[in-house]
């Protein structure tokens, strides 16, 4: 299984369909028949990642864009990154 | 003669009816019409799909239910059986009353929700959820505090983006002995929803059938220890609002169903506050419960 590091290569889930709804995003997980929410960061996120990007790259690009210690970033943003993986809305590639 | 019955504020007429309709003049128009005919068997070609639901090529919806029979339902009020050899005429009833008249909704544009109504504000405010979690026994808590009864089982509304009404509903909550008898009310006075079955249609104080407007929304999908309300935002309760849907797997498991299902959502939860609610465990918890839930709404 791949793990989530700063050089991991994150892609979005090309089989969900999503809908943007004011600031956030609803996925539809067509395979698993489930719904998901993202708030306004994760809809950011969910946004940037229409081009594939390294975990770094991703980070790098919102603590040039959000207020906040770099490293704070980072790790909140592994916290939702893991639980996207989980929801399977991203996968995961070592580079 | 073909029989006309009302129930839930839609009206029934055909060869087979949901029991509990309050039987109405046969010139009458009717909303639904059901005939016992022949109905195909779901294509063998198509992808493996949901085990009773099938969508045919031609906007037909296919619900096979082994040992009941199949029903064949098409532009939101037609729907043609054919009955199982021995088949319950109360189990096909009541199927007519729940998923079915949920997919004829979303036929309709519809959204179909597992709930209940109650007159809120000039409005209505639906309880919505999970089966089973107490929604109909928490909505006759508030109706015993004075609030009308609006609808219960199946809840329609309609959504667009001028705003989201509710637009069928009968004062009845259907309640299990053993909620009926926690809220004081003898169930012995009410019918029985099928013999056997300690299930009761109980009939409530409510408001004459008019559209109205959705004033808020209160999701139920789980219990705990202690109530809990949360004030979700648009996103988070249309996520919440798609396990409060009555037959879901009919109407939303392919990408445009599920595409037309989240527009509607996004209108709704857009033009009425929704909240996340969480049942007390224990029945005597729902007091606490439903004053948590005025509270959350400014009562």
Known sequence: ?95 | MRKTVELGGWRYCGDILPPGGVAVETDAPADITVTVTAVPAAPEDSSPGHPLWRNLTDGRILLSVPGIGRFCLSGGDRVDVEPAAGADPVSLGLLLSGPVLAVLNRQRGLLPFDGAALGLNGGALLIVGASGVGKSTLAAVLAQQGWPVLADGVVSVSSRKDGAELIRGAPCLRLWRRSARMLGLNPEEYPPLRPGVPRFDTQWDGLPPRPRPITGIAILLNRAARPECERLSPGQAVACLTRALWSRPAYAEDRPGAAALITDLAALTSSAPCWRLTLAEDLGGLTPTADLLKQSIGL
């Open chain 1, 1 to 95: 299984m791949t793990e989530l590091s700063t050089g991991t290569i994150l892609e979005r889930n090309r089989d969900m369909l999503f809908s943007h709804i004011d600031h956030e995003v609803v996925i539809f997980h067509m395979m698993k028949g489930a719904y998901f929410s993202l708030d306004e960061v994760g809809a950011d996120i969910w946004s940037r990642l229409d081009t594939p990007m390294t975990v770094a790259a991703l980070c790098d690009s919102l603590t040039a864009d959000y207020d906040g210690d770099g490293a704070e970033i980072e790790r909140d943003v592994l916290v939702l990154l893991a639980d996207m993986k989980d929801a399977g809305l991203v996968i995961l590639h070592q580079p």
